[in-house]
């Protein structure tokens, strides 16, 4: 500790010996603007110039370069002190590190026993949706815009563009590289499993993208008004452009791919709930129930409680909508695949349109239009399973059944109790009865 606070004080003091030196150059230069409306010999001027800087800003690029790394070095371990976490940058070691962690928890997920305690004690081993933070993001803007300043002052036109290019290397590598890719490998490695016993928790990586997005915003801004309006070599900037693209570009396939799998994760539990609470006899009893069946009410409140709202906020605009149309479109896919397993009475078609306007009603917070088409396409295809026999061929080819694939709704239909029994196969459009049965 002892160590740190020297080193600390240390950088502290060299940012402000900069600073005055900056001024004082600066200062230095506005005298001898003066001087020269007196006098058109100013090399008089210059050789003072020469005489007092030199020294200092034939070293300036690699002292820059220097004071970043150990500035940005610093900020970022009293963050990770700050929250009790060990970063070990060595790869080895971090792997390591990492194994023990994701055992550690897994361990203490698969003691908890309800569900209800893995939503609301997550384990601390993974602290993951706490290692990236906005304040280190404007701390590191914050050394990175002083050095800009310093480097427009102290150096010429052909040396500034290299200089800022070495500034926004250095800025990419500890925020992107040091920061926001860790805490991004940090839950991969830790993530849920497809095969987790217990409802996954996507929020820690979802406070993570939230986080993205707002560093990611004021990153680009300062790239966008710092940095690249002063590069003035242009092959420069052109590099340093691909090198933010290159690094962001990263980023973005890394969290899409997590996305990705947090969408496998929900559709896998989803099947879970479907296998494990849904009953052969809830769609094939004589009864009516008052209510959704349990498997229904279980996906629903588990979209409702634990998914939907954790996606809006952290994931927005269009890769919002992206997300909502591709968890949509496989939460259907899933509930189809469902629902082709069983068979269904009169009342247990009854049944299951009311599982389905639960399921509806559930989407439409989704609030994509097309999930919602999808899953009115599920109401209508359940009027197969109730229409008197002699009717089939009245709806066969009405509105949205006209669109489906006829074997398809010849599958649908077998799925009646009553399809032997009724001889609904010479009921069906003659189109249909190449089908085989």
């Known amino acids: 500790?002892?160590?740190?606070?020297?080193?600390?004080?240390?950088?502290?003091?060299?940012?402000?010996?900069?600073?005055?030196?900056?001024?004082?150059?600066?200062?230095?230069?506005?005298?001898?603007?003066?001087?020269?409306?007196?006098?058109?010999?100013?090399?008089?001027?210059?050789?003072?110039?020469?005489?007092?800087?030199?020294?200092?800003?034939?070293?300036?690029?690699?002292?820059?370069?220097?004071?970043?790394?150990?500035?940005?070095?610093?900020?970022?371990?009293?963050?990770?002190?700050?929250?009790?976490?060990?970063?070990?940058?060595?790869?080895?070691?971090?792997?390591?590190?990492?194994?023990?962690?994701?055992?550690?928890?897994?361990?203490?997920?698969?003691?908890?026993?309800?569900?209800?305690?893995?939503?609301?004690?997550?384990?601390?081993?993974?602290?993951?949706?706490?290692?990236?933070?906005?304040?280190?993001?404007?701390?590191?803007?914050?050394?990175?815009?002083?050095?800009?300043?310093?480097?427009?002052?102290?150096t010429d036109q052909t040396a500034c563009s290299e200089v800022l290019r070495e500034i926004a290397t250095s800025l990419l590598t500890h925020f992107v590289a040091n920061h926001l890719e860790y805490a991004i490998d940090f839950y991969t490695a830790n993530r849920p499993s497809l095969d987790s016993r217990n409802e996954p928790v996507i929020s820690p990586f979802l406070t993570i993208v939230g986080n993205a997005n707002i560093t990611y915003h004021s990153l680009d801004k300062f790239f966008n008004d710092t940095i690249l309006p002063?590069?003035?070599?242009?092959?420069?900037?052109?590099?340093?452009?691909?090198?933010?693209?290159?690094?962001?570009?990263?980023?973005e396939e890394k969290v899409s791919n997590e996305i990705n799998h947090s969408i496998n994760i929900i559709i896998n539990w989803i099947k879970v709930i479907f296998k494990s609470k849904q009953e052969k006899e809830d769609f094939n009893?004589?009864?009516?129930?008052?209510?959704?069946?349990?498997?229904?009410?279980?996906?629903?409140?588990f979209l409702s409680n634990s998914v939907i709202d954790t996606f809006k906020g952290p994931v927005d605009g269009d890769n919002l909508q992206h997300v909502m149309m591709e968890l949509g479109v496989r939460f259907h896919g899933a509930l189809l695949d469902h629902l082709l397993q069983y068979q269904y009475s009169i009342v247990g078609a009854l049944q299951l349109i009311q599982d389905l306007h639960r399921y509806k009603q559930t989407v439409q917070h989704f609030k994509e239009p097309f999930v919602e088409e999808l899953f009115e396409g599920l109401n209508k295809l359940t009027q197969l399973l109730i229409v008197e026999p002699h009717k089939l061929r009245d709806i066969w080819d009405?509105?949205?059944?006209?669109?489906?694939?006829?074997?398809?709704?010849?599958?649908?239909?077998?799925?009646?109790?009553?399809?032997?029994?009724?001889?609904?196969?010479?009921?069906?459009?003659?189109?249909?009865?190449?089908?085989?049965?």
């Open 285 to 301: 009893s004589a009864c009516v129930a008052q209510s959704c069946t349990r498997a229904c009410n279980d996906v629903c409140n």
């Open 230 to 251: 002063n590069i003035q070599n242009p092959k420069v900037q052109t590099e340093v452009r691909k090198i933010r693209q290159t690094e962001m570009k990263r980023i």
């Open 1 to 154: 500790m002892c160590l740190m606070n020297r080193r600390s004080n240390l950088l502290r003091i060299l940012s402000i010996l900069w600073t005055l030196l900056a001024e004082l150059y600066s200062q230095t230069m506005s005298l001898s603007t003066d001087l020269s409306k007196y006098d058109n010999d100013i090399s008089f001027a210059n050789d003072i110039k020469k005489s007092i800087f030199c020294s200092y800003l034939s070293k300036y690029s690699d002292t820059e370069k220097e004071y970043l790394l150990k500035a940005s070095e610093e900020i970022l371990n009293q963050f990770y002190n700050s929250i009790k976490h060990e970063k070990n940058l060595n790869s080895d070691a971090l792997q390591v590190h990492l194994k023990f962690a994701k055992t550690r928890f897994n361990q203490l997920r698969d003691n908890i026993g309800s569900t209800n305690n893995i939503l609301n004690n997550e384990p601390s081993e993974m602290p993951s949706d706490q290692l990236l933070s906005v304040n280190v993001t404007t701390s590191l803007l914050k050394i990175h815009e002083r050095a800009v300043e310093r480097c427009l002052l102290l």
């Open 398 to 437: 009405e509105g949205s059944l006209a669109r489906i694939e006829h074997g398809f709704l010849v599958q649908f239909v077998k799925l009646r109790l009553d399809y032997r029994k009724s001889n609904i196969q010479s009921k069906l459009p003659s189109y249909s009865a190449h089908v085989k049965q």
